[in-house]
């Protein structure tokens, strides 16, 4: 993808074993009417694509789990709304 290496961190896996995986970005993530910029972590091999708690908040996204789906939430259909408290 030709994304910049901005760091190296340690990274707990599902399989329980820390390894360093390279920080790049920034990156944009984008969803319907919504974006993020944040920066990623590059997994090893085919591994699947998370998105994080923040990118998703930021976005005003919510899983819905009956249909296993992100969705925009629809409180705020319109535009994303943060919520600062």
Known sequence: MGLK???RRPS???DGTVTELDVVGPIEIRFKNRF????ALVLPGNEEV???AIPMEEMDVLIHPNK???IVNPEHPNKP???LK
Do not use: P, Y
């Open 5 to 7: 290496t901005k760091d």
């Open 68 to 70: 296993e789906q992100l």
């Open 12 to 14: 707990l896996l599902a």
């Open 81 to 83: 709304q943060m919520v």
């Open 36 to 39: 993020s910029t944040t920066n």
């Open 50 to 52: 998370l998105l994080g």
